[in-house]
Every structure is written in structure tokens, then in C-alpha cells.
């Protein structure tokens, strides 16, 4: 249900921070104890930022941070490495240090945007989480441990924010220089001229002995090396896993039909057309010309003389419809065409072409829904506890497989796979298992005879991965590979040959030999390449990306440069460059690189406002704590009850 409920909150930044953070508080609720455990007594009352007087101690702020783990089914080094925590505490120095800029510069928000954001804010929870709106509020209240009072002024602050982050962006353009120049850059067009040395070239390659090839060899043994493979178990626990054991009676179905039979009523609706003209005279022009054909498009061209707009046909329930035009359109008998009516868009001749009854949806048509709609409250809390238990289970030392018997749980053993979920033919273990990738990925961090946590799929089902058997990587012999081996040192061998050939070859360029002799010579031909743009698809212009890069890297025309490419080596020279800005997408090119730096300016703008703000309020943050409490730990890699794969 998380997820429907993160799914829904995209549309507007007040929304979507506050979203956020109404997750942040909801997944903190479940994880005070655990986050405070972990903690430990290490960091107690340590202030990890504080905005003057202030502060937010390591606790509460670890809090949040495992919250957005669990969100994110991190490990918490991963989430160190990533920068997560860090990420986590700028959002809350944000909204802290914003929110007192914009209470300075007086920026109040009123009561009726209030609500339309609050509104807004719940709607993921109402329309994706099956709660009504008293529900989600209810839901957004513990979350934050507030009072209705406490959450509006909540979302008062962050709008107030919102608004003063807009005055500080606002004209912001970018300089029509830079426009320009960027618009340049990104429609020049190269053309290159190339010889390609290929292994043919190199000359006689003197054969190594055994000694040189065995040090060769050596020097390369862990690439020659088989990888380690284990063999891993996988149960899923999804509402298959619960059996019959969530079932909802008919007469609760019934009830709640009953209780909510305004949901499952039908308006009538009515398809009408629409001219819309300019001045009252026109329509009732309009209006009288529809009278024999009922015409409405036919009357418009004919007497309005572009004065009107047609609006096809469409269905509409009276709320749907202009409050203007909703008496008339709904009072008219279906064919009839109704005597003008003026709206805030003009004056409207409306064309009643049908009407659609309104209706009640049968108990049984909409008994499927309903039941799915109530029990997946039910069936959400009987998983959770279910895969609870036997988290417990495997936290007591059982295996996946003992677990999987005793619960008569499928158990889907993957057989001997490297890292990568390939078996030992060199083939991808063909698995439906959900999240196979990370299954296998957390699989290889465990401890043989372990298993992992509980690791949440997307559709709301838990899975849990264990280690069978470990087969250690081998190193192959030498003699079982000595045919590759040889074959790798002669192409270094050529590869080194043609780069000593190429170093010549700009050599005599430069003192102004041509491409032409040089490549009689070493009977290879020259090749051209088209007019290729900058940031060209390879795929598409039929070159290698290493070349194309070459090509833009060089200053002037008649430089050349050497490329190395598999087996070969290649020179090439810039022939031809030219500026070309398509004029049947200048216009638009130019906008959408303008609107490109405006984003940059403003975001850089936003730094430099945000920095300017923490040293205002006197935010420090305390680096060394934030630091201590998230790197890596020495054996957080090495079993499977360090860290939470939840």
C-alpha cells in the first residue's frame, strides 16, 4: 500500500515534499525502536545539526534515515556510500531554513490554499491507499505525531516556502549569448578522414618461450580464474502463502454496499455540442440558422464568419458542465437546440443530441470489488504478520528450506550461479522470481547456512533469500588455457607494433605527408566519414563511439589523433567542421536549451540563497558524528545479521 500511496504523490513541490516526509514520519512510527537500538547508547543526546538554538539529536535524525532505508530496501553501507544520509539531512535543513526565511518576509499562507493543499497532499492515500479523507487525515496526523491544527500549519509553512523560493527564481533567463553558444556547440557537424591499421600491418611477431608466456600468464591468472558460484534458496511470501484464511462474509460485503451506495450511482449525462461566438448577435445568428438542420458546425461557418468556435459532441453529467449552462443544458428535451447563453467564455448555442439515464450498479456487478477493496486491508495485515514470524524463524537459526516445510511454502532453489544469476553453461538461470537481480545480489552477501531479512517486492509480497553451498573460485591451469593465453599475448604484441607504427605516422603528417601516401603504403585505404553532429548515436552513423569522441576532441582542421581500437589502431584526421541549426527546429531548439540553463541558473541560484540562509540561522552540522553513525562497518558484508536488507 506504501508504494500506491508514493505513486500518487507527483504533481506539485508541495505536494511532493510533504509526501515525503509524511512517509519519512509513517516509516519512522515502526522504526523508533529499532533505529534507537542500533544506535545504541553511542551517540545518545549528540546533536547531529542545529539551527541556532534548535537542534535535532543523532536519534531522531537516524530515525528518518532508516526510514528512507527501508523505503529504499538499502543496506545502510550502501546508503553511505550512495550519500543518503546526507541527502536525508540537506531536505531537513532545507525545510527548516526555508520555512524561517519565509515567515521573515512575511509570506502568510490563507485558510482556503491551506486546504486545497491538504487536499491534494491526501489524495494518494484516499484515492490508492482506500481510505476515506478523514482516514488519510487520521493517517497523516500520527504520522507526524500533530493534531489537524499541528498538520495544516505544517503545510502553511512549506507553501509559504514554496512561494518565496518562486520570488527568489523569478526572472531568471538565460542570456541569449549563452542560449546561442550552447545552441553552437550542440549543432556542429564534423566530418573525419581515417586509416586503419589492423593486425596485418604489424609485421612478424616473434613467438614467446614457455617462460615468457608462464610470467604472461601470471601477470593475468585472475582473469583466467572460474567464479565463485553458490547454489541459493528463495521462498516468496505473498497472499498465495495465507491460503483461505482471508475471507469476508456476504453480509459485510452487503453492508458495506448499503453504507456506500452513493458510490455505485450513475448521474445522467447528456451529449452536447457546442458554438461558442464572440458577441450575443452572433449567437442568436447562429441560433436560428440551426433551427432546420440542427447543425451547429454547418450554422457557425455559415453566419458567424469566424466568430465562433464548434465544440464536438461529448457527455456531460451536470457537474461536469459550466454552473452558466448546466440549468438550461439539463431542463431541454433530448434533439432540442437551446436559445443562447452567455458564460465567461462567450455566448454559447448548446445542442441536447441525446440523453444517457443515470443508474444504480447491482450489489452483485460490483461485489468482486468490494471484497477485493476491503480484504486487501486484511490481507496486507496477515502477510506482514506471517512474514514476521518467520523472519523470527530464520533469525533463530532455521534455513529457508526447514522454513519453507514447515510453513508449506514453495521453495525455489537456484543451482550453482555466479553473481550475475548465470549458471555454469554460461546462461541466464531462467527465473520468474520477483526482483531476481537483487535476490541473487544479496544471496552473494551472505554466509553459507544464512539467509537474508525480509526484502519487500514491488507488489507488496516479502522474499527471502538463503545460502545452500559456496563454491569457491578456482584458478584454471595454465596448460588448459595456453591457447588463449598465446592468442591475447600476440594481439598485445600487434596492438603495441601498430601504436609504434602510429606514433610515426602523425609524425610525418604533421610535416605535411598526406593520408594518401601513407596509406599506399601500408596498403590499407582511407575512408571519410559523413557530417556527423556532436553527441551523434554510433548505432546510427555507423562509427565507433571511441572515433566519434576522437574526432570532437581535436582543435583545428588537419589535426589528427590515433585511437586504439580492438585489434586495430586508427588515425584520424578533422576535415571538415561546420555550425548547422535546423530552421524548422531553431525556434524550438533555442527554447528547450533555454529553458535548460534557466533550470541550471536557477538551481545555482537556490545554492547560493540556501547557503546564505544556514549561515543567517547558524545551521552546523556536526560531520564527524553524521559520519561515525553511517560508514561501512567491518562485517557488514560478510553475514546476514549485520545489516537489514528489509
Do not use: C
Not at 588448459?480 to 603495441?496: E, G, M, P, S
Amino acid at each position: 500500500m506504501l508504494k500506491q500511496m508514493r505513486d500518487g504523490a507527483k504533481s506539485t513541490v508541495v505536494k511532493f515534499v510533504l509526501f515525503g516526509l509524511l512517509l519519512l514520519a509513517m516509516g519512522g512510527l515502526a522504526l523508533i525502536g529499532g533505529g534507537q537500538a542500533m544506535l545504541g547508547d553511542a551517540f545518545k543526546d549528540d546533536t547531529i545539526v542545529s539551527f541556532g538554538r534548535d537542534k535535532m539529536s543523532a536519534q531522531s535524525f537516524d530515525r528518518m534515515v532508516q526510514s528512507t532505508l527501508r523505503d529504499q530496501h538499502m543496506k545502510q553501507s550502501d546508503a553511505y556510500r550512495s550519500g543518503l544520509p546526507h541527502q536525508v539531512l540537506k531536505q531537513e535543513i532545507d525545510t527548516h531554513v526555508f520555512a524561517e526565511a519565509a515567515d521573515d518576509a512575511g509570506i502568510r499562507v490563507d485558510e482556503t490554499l491551506a486546504a486545497k493543499q491538504v487536499k491534494d497532499i491526501l489524495a494518494p492515500l484516499v484515492e490508492k491507499g482506500n481510505m476515506t479523507d478523514k482516514e488519510a487525515l487520521a493517517r497523516a496526523e500520527q504520522a507526524y505525531g500533530t493534531d489537524e491544527n499541528g498538520f495544516v500549519a505544517m503545510v502553511k509553512a512549506q507553501t509559504a516556502s514554496d512561494e518565496l523560493l518562486k520570488v527568489v527564481t523569478s526572472g531568471v533567463n538565460a542570456p541569449k549569448q549563452l542560449v546561442d553558444d550552447a545552441l553552437k556547440f550542440r549543432n556542429e557537424y564534423r566530418q573525419g578522414e581515417y586509416l586503419r591499421l589492423t593486425a596485418a600491418n604489424a609485421g612478424d611477431i616473434k613467438p614467446p618461450s614457455d617462460a615468457e608466456l608462464k610470467a604472461y600468464y601470471n601477470s593475468l591468472a585472475s582473469e583466467y580464474a572460474l567464479p565463485e558460484y553458490r547454489t541459493l534458496s528463495v521462498i516468496i511470501l505473498d497472499k498465495k502463502v495465507l491460503g483461505d484464511s482471508i475471507k469476508i462474509s456476504d453480509d459485510r460485503l452487503k453492508q458495506y454496499y448499503d453504507e456506500n451506495s452513493s458510490d455505485y450511482k450513475t448521474p445522467e449525462t447528456r451529449v452536447i455540442s457546442q458554438s461558442v461566438a464572440k458577441d450575443e448577435a452572433t449567437a442568436k445568428l447562429i441560433y436560428a440558422a440551426a433551427q432546420k438542420d440542427k447543425d451547429l458546425f454547418a450554422a457557425g461557418n455559415a453566419v458567424a464568419k469566424g466568430k465562433s468556435d464548434y465544440i464536438k459532441a461529448a457527455p456531460f453529467a451536470e457537474k461536469d458542465i459550466a454552473a452558466e449552462l448546466s440549468k438550461a443544458a439539463f431542463s431541454a428535451q433530448a434533439g432540442t437546440i437551446l436559445p443562447p447563453v452567455q458564460s465567461p467564455l462567450g455566448w454559447h448555442v448548446l445542442y441536447v443530441e441525446k440523453i444517457i439515464p443515470g443508474g444504480t450498479k447491482s450489489f452483485e456487478s460490483v461485489k468482486a470489488d468490494i471484497e477485493k477493496e476491503l480484504s486487501q486491508d486484511k490481507i496486507s495485515e496477515a502477510l506482514y504478520k506471517k512474514a514476521n514470524k518467520i523472519d523470527d524463524e530464520i533469525g533463530s537459526g532455521k534455513s529457508v528450506s526447514d522454513v519453507a516445510k514447515e510453513n508449506n511454502i514453495a521453495e525455489t532453489v537456484l543451482e550453482k550461479i555466479d553473481a550475475h544469476g548465470t549458471g555454469a553453461d554460461g546462461k541466464k538461470v531462467n527465473s520468474t522470481l520477483p526482483i531476481f537481480d537483487k535476490l541473487v545480489a544479496t544471496g552473494f552477501t551472505l554466509k553459507k547456512g544464512t539467509a537474508s531479512q525480509l526484502i519487500e517486492t514491488p507488489d507488496g509480497a516479502f522474499a527471502i533469500v538463503g545460502v545452500k553451498d559456496i563454491l569457491p573460485s578456482e584458478q584454471q591451469p595454465f596448460d588448459k588455457v595456453r591457447a588463449n593465453v598465446l592468442a591475447r599475448w600476440t594481439a598485445d604484441r600487434q596492438l603495441k607494433a601498430l601504436g609504434d607504427k602510429a606514433t610515426q605516422i602523425m609524425d610525418r603528417l604533421k610535416k605535411g605527408d598526406s593520408f594518401g601516401r601513407i596509406a599506399d603504403e601500408f596498403k590499407q585505404p582511407t575512408a571519410m566519414t559523413g557530417m556527423i553532429q556532436r553527441g551523434a548515436d554510433p548505432m546510427k552513423v555507423k562509427l565507433e563511439s571511441n572515433l566519434i569522441a576522437a574526432l570532437f576532441s581535436l582543435d583545428k582542421v588537419g589535426q589528427s589523433t590515433v585511437v586504439n581500437s580492438d585489434n586495430s589502431v586508427i588515425i584520424i584526421r578533422l576535415a571538415d567542421r561546420k555550425i548547422q541549426v535546423p530552421a524548422d527546429t531553431a525556434k524550438k531548439d533555442a527554447e528547450d536549451m533555454s529553458a535548460v540553463i534557466d533550470r541550471a541558473l536557477k538551481q545555482d541560484l537556490l545554492d547560493q540563497f540556501r547557503q546564505s540562509l544556514m549561515a543567517k540561522y547558524d545551521v552546523k552540522i556536526n560531520d564527524k558524528l553524521l559520519n561515525s553513525m553511517y560508514a561501512p562497518k567491518a562485517d557488514e558484508n560478510g553475514n546476514g545479521t549485520g545489516d537489514s536488507e528489509e
